[in-house]
C-alpha cells in the first residue's frame, strides 16, 4: 500500500468536499478522485459513501482513517525527532585515532567535545592502520597519510613533520657524522613494508635514501618514543612526539640541516562518503575541524 494516499485520504475526510480538498493539496478534483479510487483498490473496499447530501465513511473508512491519523502522527514526530537531532545532536560515534596523536592531543578535544555534546556517546579505539570504516564498523578515524584512500571522504586537519632525534648518549656516538652514521647505530621507525626500512633525507631539493635495517620496530608511537628515551637507539618520530622532549633536552635532534620524508605528512579526517551524515558525526567531525584550527594537532 502506498503510505501516502492513506495521508491524502485523512485530508479528504477532513474537508468538506473534494473540491476543498484538492485545494488544499494542490492538486485537481479529477486527481485526487483518481487517488481516492487507487486507494480504495489496494484496500480492496469502499472507503466513502457519497449521497446527495454529504460523503459518509464506511466502516473500512473508518478504520482506515484511524490508522491515517496514526501515520501521520508518527510522521510528525520522526520529523520533530529529527529536528532535535539537528538542534541538540544526540547519538553514538565509532571513532578510531592514531596512538601517539590520538593519546597527546586528540584525546583532550574529545573530551571538550563530550563536555559540549552530553547527548553523544563516543567509542575510541586507538590505531594506526588504514581501516576500511565500513567493514570496520567506524564512523570517524584520523591517520596521519601521505595520500589518503579513494573511497572515503579526507578532511585535512594538519600537517606533520618527521625528525631524527636521540638520547644524548646516542646523539654523542652520531657525533658531527653524516647520513651514513644511521647505517652504523641501532634505529628504531615505525614498521617496515620488508625487513629493510628505506629514511629518505632531503637537502636542497636532493633525495637522498638510507637503508636501514631497524633494531626496533614498532606501531605505538609512544612506546617508540619511550624508546628513544630510554637509549635505545636514533628514533624516526613525528614532530608532535619529539618536539616536546627535544626543548626539555631529553632528546637531541640529528641531522637538522634535512627535512626528513617520514611515512606521512598529513593529517587526515576521515569519513565515509555518505550524503546525509548522522547528526551526532557531523557534529564530531565539525567539531574536530574546528578545534584543528584553533590548535593544529601537531603543536
Given at each position: 500500500m502506498d503510505l501516502n494516499l492513506l495521508l491524502l485520504f485523512a485530508e479528504i475526510v477532513e474537508t468538506p468536499n473534494l473540491s476543498e480538498a484538492a485545494r488544499r493539496l494542490g492538486l485537481s478534483r479529477s486527481r485526487v478522485s483518481q487517488r481516492l479510487k487507487t486507494l480504495e483498490?489496494?484496500?480492496?473496499?469502499?472507503?466513502?459513501?457519497?449521497?446527495?447530501?454529504?460523503?459518509?465513511?464506511?466502516?473500512?473508512?473508518?478504520?482506515?482513517?484511524?490508522?491515517?491519523?496514526?501515520?501521520r502522527e508518527d510522521a510528525g514526530a520522526a520529523l520533530a525527532a529529527i529536528a532535535g537531532h539537528r538542534h541538540s545532536p544526540r547519538g553514538h560515534v565509532r571513532v578510531s585515532v592514531p596512538t601517539g596523536l590520538g593519546r597527546l592531543t586528540l584525546a583532550p578535544m574529545l573530551l571538550d567535545f563530550l563536555q559540549a555534546q552530553p547527548e553523544i556517546t563516543l567509542k575510541v579505539t586507538f590505531s594506526n592502520r588504514i581501516d576500511d570504516l565500513v567493514a570496520d564498523n567506524i564512523d570517524v578515524a584520523v591517520r596521519v597519510l601521505a595520500q589518503p584512500p579513494e573511497t572515503v571522504v579526507a578532511r585535512e586537519l594538519g600537517r606533520v613533520a618527521w625528525r631524527l632525534c636521540a638520547a644524548p648518549e646516542i646523539a654523542a656516538a652520531f657525533g658531527t657524522g653524516g647520513p651514513d652514521m644511521l647505517r652504523r647505530l641501532p634505529v628504531v621507525t615505525p614498521p617496515p613494508t620488508g625487513r629493510d626500512y628505506a629514511i629518505r633525507l632531503s637537502r636542497r631539493g636532493v633525495v637522498e635514501t638510507i637503508v636501514v635495517q631497524p633494531r626496533l620496530q614498532a606501531e605505538d608511537f609512544l612506546f617508540m618514543?619511550?624508546?628513544?628515551?630510554?637509549?635505545?637507539?636514533?628514533?624516526?618520530?613525528p614532530d608532535y612526539m619529539a618536539d616536546?622532549?627535544?626543548?626539555?633536552?631529553?632528546?637531541?635532534?640529528?641531522?637538522?640541516?634535512?627535512?626528513?620524508?617520514?611515512p606521512g605528512d598529513r593529517i587526515f579526517l576521515l569519513t565515509t562518503?555518505?550524503?546525509?551524515?548522522?547528526?551526532a558525526v557531523h557534529a564530531l567531525v565539525a567539531f574536530l575541524r574546528e578545534a584543528a584550527a584553533r590548535r593544529p594537532p601537531e603543536s
Open positions: 483498490s489496494q484496500i480492496g473496499a469502499q472507503l466513502m459513501r457519497r449521497t446527495t447530501r454529504r460523503v459518509d465513511l464506511t466502516d473500512a473508512g473508518r478504520t482506515a482513517y484511524e490508522h491515517a491519523l496514526r501515520l618514543r619511550d624508546t628513544v628515551l630510554a637509549g635505545a637507539g636514533i628514533g624516526l618520530l616536546a622532549p627535544i626543548a626539555e633536552g631529553k632528546l637531541l635532534r640529528l641531522l637538522p640541516d634535512y627535512d626528513v620524508l617520514g562518503p555518505t550524503p546525509h551524515p548522522a547528526p
